[in-house]
């Protein structure tokens, strides 16, 4: 537990670059912001209620989005392929620390700095500027703290599979595309999962993906009430311990072999 | 060759602000800071000649040489290269010039050395049968051809300066500037390159204009030295005459026929002893070596003698601490 | 060594530097074809769920969409170096172009091909193709000509916008957060048309940062949906306008910067 705080405070102090950093990644979010509001009030405007859903629980669920994105892509990828390319990796398999928890102390790191530091003003953005509502009950919003870790660790390790497979291959950028495009998709990030038709529904219900966004924002939004909620957070839960333990399996085998190569 | 006279160069910055909207207030300040990179220098290079020119970090180097190469507009004074004004006529004088800068190619990363050497053939206007001729030149003395195929990325540090230089004197410049050539390299490839350098300076009347921190490139290869500091000139002249002028303190080396305790020896001062060997500094001006010999042979019996120069990296620290070691001495 | 003599060397060599890695050139279009259907993947399930964006249907949207990319390919594939002008401050790139005997902004811009952007040309070209027919587009001459010129206009717009952006590196030496900040006005006009936007946006994107003319502009005439901008119709013939406007000003906005380069040193 302490790591994670160490890891967090090492970003807090590091003052000059994230405070640029921070400048455009708040302005980015404040332009999507505005951007994704326009877009489905005029969506909505041709049929108000679609799905028995409110223009204000719509604008709520992607004005959130955007504010959130930026505490998923925390980047072990390419973490994970630049050391193997300037050989730095050495260093890290030296270190008396698992890889995997390592890799997991970093990125949840970076993404508590980042609550403060993006999140939190984004969300207070939103809400004064993007019409973007509060939890729809107290029930609602604690279930989205819990939806959003479980969704965090399910990209998390998603990102950490990828990770290793570009430090097989040594080639990170057309994967992580690859991977972030299917995201965008399948994690309802843009849209959410209840407007796909037919066979992309049944796709994008059974990938790991919506958990991602789909899950902790509908329950936010209070789109996703009672058994549906357990429903989707066991899903979760599910998922996550599967790719926890396949990312395990996987990083046993790609640490043997960047070993046995001399990394 | 080279002519500059009273030549200034100030640097007006917007004092940066702190704090957590400093970018933004930098942005609407107008407070100011100058500083005189470069403060009224002159001096005059003939063609052919080669000379070092340095000074510590900050001293206002890299900013008057990016004015001699015209990349830098002089705040006041007056430049010229070869009969122009570099700033005003920025790609016919680039055609008279040539640079390698230690740190960083010129050359392109990716593809074989002698596809950047024909870009900078085509570039320059270089005459294929030049082409040729340099190509052949610097098969002989630099080995290119061992290289000449290969991405610079592949290069090591020695084969990367050497194929710099190869690119920096393909169009047969008149005057070569090497910034930190030899920075990293070993010393079988430095010698390589030290012989290079005369030999191009004496067979083509290149003039060249050394940068380095490295004293023993000067002391090898440079037979003029150039000293700035906090943007003045501080010392010009001959190597010779800069060590008679500040290398005031020589060093006498005895090695005695047995170990011998210490002992004093008028107008000079032990730094060192090993063995039989026994160091004594003295200064040029008090005494000199064969009144100290004498002295020192009716104390103990003498192996073998000789006398040590000052190096130059001691003399230009004195002169970068503006302490004149002489100067002091001789007023006393 | 002319101007175009020496452009033509330097994308030669950069061509040759990129083959050296041949692997990566088939999985990045690969990349890049799949990341431009999951957006159209995107706007479709929107649509046809609304029917509709503010009266643009979805063919009409793919137009739109895919009119942006084939502007944008055909920039980005001679001249997405632009971007980088604040490295090459910053890694002394910049010196080593003005040692050289040959024209500085030609140096900067031919760089790099950046060869990839033939996958979005073709999708660009595709995606029109696919709209024209399914609209059952029928331009005559003129229209034909005016989406040649709106093409190439918009490429000319997007460079332009890149240069000056990359320009005020010269001035506070980092251009980077600009061009995060300006990409994220690219998307949205990009994926959407601006006419569902807020007045605000709409302004800023015609006239201050003025990228609505890549795409959205033209698109209204080369569909007939000249309506959508009411009283502002002229607008729609204004692309190659702007384009030329604006490269008077990157003009002298480049010799500001040289000038300031040359006298600052930074």
Known sequence: MKIFWAFARQHFHSTAIYRFDFWMRVSSIFILMYGTRWLWITLYSQRPGAFGVSLGQMVTYTVLSMAITNLFFTGPPY??????????????????????????????????????????????????????????????????????????????????????????????????????????????????????????????AILPFRSIFFVPLSIYTGVMRGSAITQAILFQLFWAVILFIVSRWVWERVQLQIISQGG | ??????????????????????????????????????????????????????????????????????????????????GLVPHKERMTNALQIGAVFGQKTQLWWDVPVIESLRLFRDMYKVPEAQFKHNLNLFNELLDLHEFQNTPVRQLSLGQRLRADLAGALLHNPRLLFLDEPMIGVDVVVKERMRTFIKEINHDRRVTILLTTHDMTDIEKVCSRIMIIDHGHIVYDGNIEKMRAQYGTQRTLVVEFEEEVPEFSVPHATLTRTEGKKKWFAFNRFETNPSTLITYVSTQYPILDLAVEEPEIEAIVRTIYQQLPASVEKAER | MNGFQLYFRLIQISLLSRMQYRANFIAGILGLVFWNIINLGLIGVMVTQFTSLNHWTLWELVFLYCLWILCHSLYSLFFSQSTHME??????????????????????????????????????????????????????????????????????????????????????????????????????????????????????????????????????????????????????????????????????????ALRRYSSSGS
């Open chain 1, 79 to 204: 973490y994970m392929a630049g050391q193997v390319r300037s050989g730095a990796i050495d260093g890290d398999l030296l270190k008396p620390m698992d890889f995997h928890f390592h890799m997991l102390a970093r990125s949840t790191g970076e993404m508590i700095f980042r609550i403060f530091t993006i999140t939190i003003p984004g969300m207070l953005a939103g809400y004064f500027l993007f019409d973007l509502q509060l939890p729809a009950s107290v029930q609602s919003g604690v279930m989205f703290v819990v939806a959003f870790l479980l969704g965090y660790l399910v990209n998390f390790h998603l990102e950490f599979l990828l990770g290793a497979l570009s430090m097989v291959t040594l080639e990170i950028d057309n994967i992580d595309w690859a991977f972030h495009a299917t995201t965008r998709f399948f994690s309802g990030q843009y849209v959410p999962l209840w407007f796909f038709p037919g066979l992309l529904g049944t796709l994008a």
């Open chain 2, 1 to 82: 060759m080279i002519r500059v006279e009273h030549l200034t160069k100030v640097y007006q910055r917007v004092k940066r602000k702190e704090g957590v909207l400093g970018g933004l207030r930098t942005l609407f300040s107008t407070e100011y800071e100058t500083t005189r990179a470069v403060d009224d220098i002159s001096f005059h290079i003939d063609e052919g000649e080669l000379v070092g020119y340095i000074g510590p970090n900050g001293a206002g180097k890299s900013t008057s040489i990016k004015m001699l190469c015209g990349i830098l507009v002089p705040t006041s004074g007056h430049i010229e290269v070869n």
């Open chain 3, 87 to 256: 490295d090459y401050l910053i890694e002394g790139t910049f010196d080593q172009f003005l040692l050289r005997p040959a024209n500085l902004l030609i140096q900067v811009l031919g760089r790099e091909l950046q060869y990839i952007e033939i996958a979005d040309m073709l999708i660009g070209i595709t995606g029109i193709g696919l709209a024209y027919i399914q609209l059952n587009l029928q331009w005559n001459a003129w229209l034909w000509s005016f989406f040649l010129v709106a093409v190439v206009s918009g490429a000319v717009i997007e460079l332009s916008m890149n240069l000056l952006i990359a320009c005020s590196a010269f001035w506070t030496g980092r251009s980077r957060g600009s061009f995060i900040i300006a990409n994220q006005f690219y998307g949205l006009v990009h994926q959407y048309p601006i006419d569902i936007f807020g007045k605000v946006f709409r302004v800023f994107v015609t006239g201050f940062l003025p990228v609505a003319f890549m795409n959205y502009y033209p698109a209204v005439l080369l569909l007939g949906k000249q309506g959508q901008l009411g009283s502002a119709w002229p607008l729609s013939y204004m692309s190659p306008l702007v384009a030329l406007l604006l490269v008077g000003v990157v003009l002298i906005v480049w010799t500001l």
